[in-house]
């Protein structure tokens, strides 16, 4: 913090200067003046917090000073330090924000009293504006999401358009004539992955940066506002000069290509009526979308259009279901390069493949691969949580965006044999006599299951199972059992019609006080603690 103080005797602003304990006010740099022109421009300089004055100099007075702070720097705190007790000095200190007048000879503890409220006043209105800016900060921050919201429920019921109208108006330049609309959809799925690499896989900061092109160019002009759908895609709401929207949408991808190095691609629908035809041409845009040719190069700007009716293809990724099960249980590469080869020679006589159609392929590999892991693997969680994604969720594309089939059946290919890989691991552990062992502890715990007991029934010695258990699992046999006991329990506390003395029972356990012993230890929480906490 910095105080100025501005005084035509140098011997008063040296005592000044002596009387106040700068350090204990946080007041690290004090400068002076000796009349009220080299003040203003001390003042310009440094933005001192804290202004010390005297009222009679040569030139201007105290009371100029006084009245140039109150215009130029509000927020600096005045002390008046003055030899006269003149009422019209003391209302004018008054009139202008002066934090108190003393009078010469100067009272050492009033000064002090004087610096320590002028520092609290100053410090008070600095967090006040730094709350300010923090708001101001979070608002900005939030008004897009606002918009978003606003302009996703507008698309989705247009009756909403009433509530919003003047907003609209004053904030997006909607005039009262303009009676048409035009929605366009950015086909993000088709967005190369070099684009996407730019911004570190945040799809929250690449399609921040898709809206800033698209209204740095539709807003300038007033013609609409691009905003971000709740259903994830980017929309430019047009309401002006509809009609050369493909034009508009031009210049925008041209922005694109210039910021990414590609342009993308839109679906435009047809001009409606406005506000009441806003969600159909939205829906003819997504539509526009879904049926464009992946299989060739073509506008990047599509307008819809009601002839276009396009068939689906009678290829059916089902029906390559049996041939990959006999080749993932074959447990070789070949045969399931094999039949990844035969549907993609089909695919590759296809010289029409939509959005549709790879939705449609996505949803049967998804249903086909459930059905193939439920049969391989039962209800074992090991495959599905090292492999979940679907070789169908990702479009892959060149930069002219046209599909990739070689890149997607490379994909199908990884999948099916990172699923066959999984197969033959779950045979060999499944032939490892140790997870039998598991196997026998996790359908028998309720038992009283002892280290003799799986001895003599696996035919192995104890200290055989002991020194392979914790090899296989870095747990002692016991730990397990009591784990997996515990973990049951868990799963019984959550019926409130079990008490728990049943619930140790269930879990093997005969005696309901050590069962709460061993479950505190395990849990952290008594048995009693774990139930209340989950309700």
Known sequence: MRALIVDDERHVREAIRLLVDWQAYGIDEVTEAQDVASAIERINQDSPQIVFTDMMMPGQLGTDLLAWIREHAPSAKMIVISGHDDFDFVRKTVLYGGMDYILKPIDPEQLNQAVAKAVQSRKQEDEGTKQEQRKAIEINQLRPVYW??????????????????????????????????RVAVLATDTIHPTIRSKFAGSEDLL????????????????????????????VVLLWKMTGSAPALLDTVNEGIRQAFGSPLEFGLGGERPLPAGIKQSYHEAHIVLRQRNMRAVRPRVRCFDPEENPRLSAIHLTEFEDPMRIALRSGQEQPIRDVVRLWVNQAERMSYINTEQLELWNHEYSVVRARLLKELFGDLPAASNRSQDSAFAAVPVDPEGCLMLPRLAERLEQDLLQLSRLWAEHQRQDEHVIFEIVKYIDSHYAEDITLQDLADRFFLSREYISRKFKQQFQENLSDHIERVRMDKAKLLLMNPQYRIAQVAELVGYKDEKYFSKVFKKLEGLSPNEYRKRDR
């Open 148 to 181: 978003d919201k606003i302009l996703t429920n507008l698309v989705e019921d247009p009756s909403y358009y009433s509530s919003i109208v003047e907003t609209l108006r004053t904030e997006f330049g909607l005039e009262e004539e303009d009676r048409l609309c």
């Open 207 to 234: 399609y921040f940066s898709l809206l800033n092109i698209c209204n740095e160019i539709v807003r300038k002009q007033r013609r609409g506002v691009a905003f971000r759908h709740e259903q994830g895609s980017v």
